[in-house]
C-alpha cells in the first residue's frame, strides 16, 4: 500500500508542476480522498488554495473533509462566499459539524452563513449535544421508509433520495410522527418480492442509542452487534439521526487513543503526532509531570520521617525502597490498566466490584507470595553479595513486599471502578494516580513494618 | 440499552423455565445472537445444551459464534455429528476458523470432519496463513461479478447467491483468471441504469490487502478509506477473500486491548476480564512482575555503592531518590507511549526517527527547565520545612531532575521506534522497560552529579 501511494503522488506532482491540468483532474476523480488530502497538506502554502481549486466538484468536499484543521481553516479564509457554499452543501452534516467545532467563532459565523437556512438549523441542533454524547456523531441524512410501502416502491425511493444519504444500505421505517418502528437492509429487499410490503419485511427487533448516550458505549454496540449504522432516537422515540459504521470506527480509534494517553499522564490531544506543534505536546504533558513531582514530595516526607531510624538499623533498607516502591506501581497498574480497559469495553460495571475485588485480591496473594518468595531468595543470595543481608532483613523487606502488592492490587482495581461510579475519568485513574498513592501507602507500610520488626 | 437486556433475559428466563417453547423459538428468532449467546453463557452447564437444542436453526450458528470458547467447546463434545455438521455449514468460514484455532485438536478433527471437503479445503487454506496477518482475518464468502455482466444480471445474480455471503454492499469484479478487476457497490448498481455494463460501473481505483500484510496495518485502512469490505490478494493478484467492516472493528479493538495491557506490563490475553480463570490472571502478570523485580537490583546496586557517601553529604539527597525517578519514568512513558501510539496508527514510521528525536529532545529541553526550576523553589521552600536543603543542594538536586527528564525523553522515544524497525513489539517497550532503563540511568546521574558538585 505504502508504495501505491508513492507512485500516486508522484503522479500528482508531475501533472501538478507541469501544469497538464486535465490529466490531473481525470487522476483526481478516481483517487481517495484521504490521499489527496494528505498530498495537499505536503503542497506549500501558496500551492495550497491553487491545487484544492483544480479539484473537480464531486471530489472537492470529501477531500476538504479528510483535511487537518489548520489547511481546513486557511483554505476556508481564502474561499469565496460561493466556493465556500458549494463546498458546505456537499457534504454530509456530521462532518460540517465536526469541521464547525474546531474553528474560531468568525469562521464558524461565515460558514453557518454559507449554508442554507435548512442546513443551519440541522447544524445549530447538533452542535448542541454535550460533547462526547451519541448526538455528536450521528448525521441527520439517513434514508426513511414507510411502512405502507412495497418493496419496489421503497427501491424507487431509495433510487431517488439515496446518493446523498450516508448510507443506503441500512434504512428506518418510521410511523407518521417519525417515530421508529423498524430497520430494513438493502439485503432484506433484494430477496424480498417486489410487492411486499415493507411491514412485513422490516425488522421490528430495534438496536438503537439515544441522543444523549455517551458516544463511547454506543461504539461498542458496533462491536458487539456487528452493525453498519446505528439509529438515534431522542426523548419521545423519534429518530433524529443515525451512526454510521466509519465514524464508529473513528471513535473506537480515538477513544483507545485518549485512554493510552490518559494511561500515560499526557493530556490527549486530536491531532496525529507529527502534526503537534512544540507547545501542544508541551502542554499535553507539563501539567502532568509537575503534578506527579510535587506528590514525590509525600515520599520525600516519608523518607525524611524515618531516614535515620532506618539507616541506623542497616542501610540495606533504603537501597531496597526502589525496588519495593517500583513493584508496588507495576502490580498496582497492572490492574487499574486491566481494570478501566474492561470498563472502556463495558465488560466490567460498577455492579461487578466486589466479584473483581476478591478476583484481584486472590491473585494479589498468589503473586506476592511468588514474587516476595523470589525476592527473599534475591536477597540472600544476590544482594547479599554487596549488601548487609540477614535472613530476618530480608524476611522483612519480603513481607512489605507481599503487603504492598496485595494493597496495590486492591487500590489498582478499586479507583478506576470508583472514578467510573462519581463519573470521573477511569483512565485518568489508571496509571499515574494509582502509583502515586501505591508509592505513598507502601513506603509508610515499609518503613513501619522495618521499624517494628528490626 | 440495558434496560432492554434485562427485560429481554426476564423474558427467556420466564419462557425457558416455565418450558413455553414455541413462544420462546418466535422469541429467540428475534433477538440478538450476541445477546442470547450471553444469556445462555449465563445458564447452569446442564441447560446449556437443551437450551441450544431450542434455537431456531437460522440462528443457531450465529449464536454459536458469540459463545466463549469454554462454552463452543463444550458444546461440540455433546453435539451429534449431524448437528456439529449443520451448524458449521451455515457459519462463515472465517468464523469456524477462529473457533478451530481455540480449539483441542481431537475437536479440530471432528469439525474438519464434519464439513464439507470444499469447505475443508478452504479452512485448511485460511488455517495456513501466519499469526496477524490480513490472510487470518478474510473470508473467502464474497460476491464476484464478471465485467460483461449488465446491472440488471449483475442483481440477478445477486440475489440468487448473495443469501450466504458476508456482505454484498461490496462486490468485486473479477477477470477469467479470478485476478482482482474493478469493485462495485450496491449502491453504484441501485443507481445505474439496469442496461448498463458492469465494467462501465465499476471503481478500478483500488484498494486492497495482500494475504500477508500485517493485520493492524490493514484495519488501520478502514478508519482511513472510511471501506465496508476490504479485498484481499494473494502474490498473482487473485482474490482469494475480503475483510469485512465488523471483523475490522473488533480486530482494531482487540489491538488496542493488547497494546493497552502490554504497555501495562501484563500479557495480553483473548478473553474478557471477568471471564478469565485466576490462573490465566496469574501467568499474565506473574512473568512481568518478576522480571521488573528483578532488574530493580540494578537501583539497589546502585544505591549501596553511594549510600554511605551521599548520606555523609546530607540525608537530604535519599529523600529525593524516589521523586527523580517517579518523575524520569513518567517522562519517559509520556514519550514512549505516544509514539508507540502513533506507531500502531502508521502515524510515524521508522524514517521519521530524526524528526521525533528533534521533536522530544526540544520538548524534554523544555520540559525539564520547567519542571525542574518548579522543583528548585519546592525543595528551597517546602522540602526545606523538614529536611536540610542548601541552595547549592537544591540546584544539584534540580539539574539531576533536568538531565534525568531530557534523557528520559529521548530513551522514550527512541527505543519504540527501534523495536519496531527490529520487528520487535514496540509495546513491550513502552512502558515497563523504559521505566526500567529510565530509573537505572537516572539514579547513576543523580548520584553522580551529586558526588561532582557537593
Known amino acids: 500500500m505504502q508504495k501505491r501511494l508513492e507512485e500516486l503522488f508522484e503522479r500528482l506532482n508531475d501533472l501538478y508542476y507541469t501544469r497538464k491540468f486535465s490529466h490531473l483532474k481525470t487522476l483526481l476523480l478516481e483517487a481517495e480522498p484521504a490521499d489527496i ?9 501558496k500551492d495550497k488554495l491553487l491545487f484544492f481549486r483544480l479539484l473537480p466538484k464531486e471530489v472537492a468536499s470529501n ?14 479564509k481564502n474561499f469565496s462566499d460561493s466556493e465556500l457554499c458549494d463546498i458546505l452543501n456537499n457534504m454530509f452534516l456530521d462532518d460540517a459539524v465536526d469541521i464547525i467545532e474546531e474553528m474560531p467563532s468568525n469562521v464558524v459565523k461565515r460558514i453557518l452563513k454559507s449554508t442554507t437556512l435548512e442546513n443551519r438549523n440541522l447544524i445549530n441542533e447538533l452542535l448542541e449535544y454535550p460533547e462526547d454524547s451519541a448526538g455528536t456523531i450521528m448525521t441527520p441524512e439517513f434514508v426513511a421508509l414507510k ?7 421503497a427501491f424507487k425511493y431509495i433510487r431517488r433520495n439515496g446518493i446523498n444519504k450516508e448510507t443506503i444500505y441500512t434504512c428506518y421505517v418510521t410511523d407518521a410522527k417519525r417515530k421508529l418502528i423498524g430497520v430494513v437492509t438493502i439485503k432484506d429487499l433484494l430477496l424480498a418480492n417486489p410487492s411486499d410490503l415493507i411491514e412485513t ?12 448516550d455517551d458516544r463511547e458505549s454506543v461504539v461498542n454496540l458496533f462491536s458487539k452487534y456487528d452493525c453498519l449504522a446505528l439509529p438515534v432516537i431522542d426523548k419521545e422515540g423519534c429518530i433524529v439521526g443515525i451512526i454510521t459504521v466509519d465514524d464508529a470506527v473513528d471513535v473506537i480509534q480515538e477513544e483507545a487513543t485518549e485512554d493510552i494517553h490518559k494511561m ?10 507529527l502534526k503537534q506543534g512544540l507547545l501542544t505536546i508541551f502542554l499535553s ?3 502532568w509531570l509537575v503534578l506527579l513531582m510535587l506528590s514525590a514530595t509525600f515520599t520525600s516526607l516519608i523518607i525524611g520521617v524515618y531516614e535515620e531510624k532506618l539507616y541506623l538499623i542497616t542501610p540495606t533498607l533504603f537501597a531496597c525502597i526502589p525496588m519495593i516502591m517500583g513493584t508496588g506501581g507495576n502490580a498496582g497498574s497492572q490492574s487499574a490498566v486491566t481494570i478501566t480497559r474492561a470498563i472502556a469495553l463495558d465488560e466490567v460495571k460498577f455492579k461487578d466490584v466486589f466479584r473483581v475485588l476478591l478476583k484481584e485480591i486472590t491473585v494479589g496473594i498468589i503473586l506476592g507470595l511468588g514474587v516476595s518468595i523470589l525476592c527473599f531468595l534475591k536477597l540472600m543470595f544476590i544482594d547479599s553479595l554487596y549488601n548487609e543481608v540477614t535472613p530476618l532483613i530480608a524476611f522483612t523487606i519480603s513481607l512489605a513486599l507481599f503487603a504492598t502488592i496485595v494493597l496495590a492490587k486492591i487500590v489498582g482495581a478499586a479507583l478506576p471502578l470508583l472514578a467510573k461510579k462519581i463519573k470521573l475519568d477511569p483512565a485518568v485513574m489508571a496509571s499515574p494516580f494509582i502509583t502515586t498513592i501505591v508509592d505513598a501507602v507502601s513506603l509508610i507500610l515499609y518503613c513501619a513494618l522495618s521499624l517494628a520488626i528490626l
Open 264 to 273: 500515560a499522564a499526557v493530556t490527549p490531544t486530536d491531532k496525529p503526532y
Open 147 to 153: 411502512q405502507h410501502l412495497t418493496v419496489e416502491e
Open 285 to 287: 504533558r507539563f501539567p
Open 201 to 212: 419485511v422490516m425488522d421490528t427487533n430495534l438496536l438503537f442509542a439515544r441522543t444523549l
Open 63 to 76: 477531500v476538504f473533509v479528510e483535511l487537518d484543521v489548520d489547511a481546513q481553516e486557511n483554505l476556508i
Open 37 to 45: 488530502a494528505y498530498f495537499l497538506e505536503e503542497l506549500e502554502e
